[in-house]
């Protein structure tokens, strides 16, 4: 079964960084894009960085300048760098990918990290 699995959220002040990672069970993802949404309670979930196989990134406006995507494809693997987080950047983030796995192509998700952005 093809899982994301999230880690490194956690609660900083504002202005404060931290670093998102998550890892897959296998290499499904690998050529595919994978990336980063978020959700607040009562709120759509949300587009936050997205990158492709071929590491074209797409960034939402709120986050431009400050958060970067990366992701090794050696280790299956994909990466959320914030910097100078906001109090509205507080939300559950998710990892998202989307693979082909037996020949049926998909989205996944992990089960998401919270971030909590607060003085």
């Known amino acids: 079964q093809v899982q994301l699995v999230e880690s490194g959220g956690g609660l900083v002040q504002p202005g404060e960084s931290l670093r998102l990672s998550c890892a897959s069970s296998e290499s499904a993802f690998r050529g595919w894009p994978m990336g980063w949404y978020r959700q607040t309670p009562g709120k759509q979930r949300e587009m936050v960085a997205i990158i492709t196989g071929d590491g074209r990134i797409k960034y939402a406006d709120s986050v431009k300048g400050r958060f970067t995507i990366s992701r090794d494809n050696a280790k299956d693997a994909v990466y959320l760098q914030m910097n100078n987080l906001h109090t509205e950047d507080t939300a559950v983030y998710y990892c998202?990918?989307?693979?082909?796995?037996?020949?049926?192509?998909?989205?996944?998700w992990g089960h998401g990290t919270q971030v909590t952005v607060s003085s």
């Open positions: 998202y990918g989307n693979a082909d796995v037996g020949g049926t192509n998909g989205d996944y």
